[in-house]
């Protein structure tokens, strides 16, 4: 039986966004602040979810996985954590004044109808200069 990739695609990327809005209805619930969502900057850096709470800006990287063939934390890469510290750099820097801040990973693992949600706080921290 052939899979189809485009309509595997379509479905993975559905799913993605679905746990964003899973993500980010979690952290409403939970009190923060949702300040953006897909955050850009150009085409090579994306932050899922930038919140406050607390006076603490907190971006936020989602994964999503259907099975638990791979925790989804171990997804975000040394690549995708350099990008997501350079883009909270940037986006600070545009603020009128200095914040605390750290880097969490949301995960939804499951399906729409039955996920269970993983919050990550300060899963990992910019490295030193």
């Known amino acids: 039986m052939m899979i189809d990739k485009k309509k ?19 952290l ?3 009190g923060y602040i949702i300040r953006e969502r897909n955050w ?17 800006i907190v971006f936020v990287e989602v994964k999503a996985r259907k099975g638990d063939f791979q925790s989804p934390e171990e997804t975000v890469d040394s690549p995708k954590r350099k990008k997501m510290i350079q883009g909270g750099d940037i986006y600070l820097r545009g603020l009128p ?10 995960t939804v693992t499951g399906t ?14 910019p490295p030193l200069k």
């Not at 850009?40 to 603490?56: F, T, V």
């Open 8 to 26: 595997q695609g379509a479905a993975n990327r559905e799913w993605g966004k679905m746990a964003e809005d899973i993500a980010a209805e979690y």
């Open 40 to 56: 850009r900057i150009g085409n090579k850096i994306e932050i899922d979810i930038i919140a406050e709470k607390d006076g603490i």
């Open 97 to 106: 004044h200095l914040f605390p801040y750290r880097l969490d990973i949301i």
């Open 28 to 30: 409403l619930t939970n």
């Open 112 to 125: 729409p109808e039955s996920h269970e949600i993983k919050h990550l706080e300060d899963a990992f921290l």
